[in-house]
């Protein structure tokens, strides 16, 4: 019996405000919670995040607790510049994940490339999938 996958068209969100009912906030300003998808292989969990505008030097990624926590600024353009259309608005990104123990915490990688981040969860050594050595009588 085989079954046939159903094609699932993906749509984007629109970039929405992170609500004061989520939490006090505790910096000021307005922060966005960035889009993710994530993946998985064999060897990780791979999460990747679209946060425009953010510098490599402004971006923290906080582990504590098992909480993962993202969080990224993005600079007002310059005071020279006068805005006459705006679609896309300023502020900064957060967003946090909880991690099981499946997750080899020590190996944790993260990588921003042109405003989009990467960061690797490797799986703990027992949820990788590994040969069995057959042995000859």
Do not use: C, H
């Not at 510098?55 to 005071?79: Q, R």
């Amino acid at each position: 019996m085989t079954r046939r996958k159903e094609k699932t068209e993906l749509v984007p969100k629109e970039k929405q405000p992170i609500s004061s009912q989520a939490g006090e906030p505790t910096r000021p300003g307005v922060f966005y919670s960035p889009a993710v998808d994530i993946f998985q292989t064999e060897e990780d969990l791979v999460i990747v995040a679209d946060m425009p505008g953010v510098a490599p030097g402004d971006l923290n990624v906080d582990l504590e607790d098992s909480v993962l926590t993202v969080t990224g600024k993005v600079d007002e353009p310059d005071s020279d510049w006068k805005l006459r259309y705006r679609e896309y608005g300023i502020g900064g990104y957060t967003r946090r994940f909880t991690l099981s123990d499946k997750i080899d915490q020590s190996g944790i990688e993260a990588k921003l490339v042109n405003g989009v981040l990467t960061v690797r969860l490797p799986k703990a050594d027992a949820l990788k999938p590994r040969k069995v050595l057959v042995k000859a009588a």
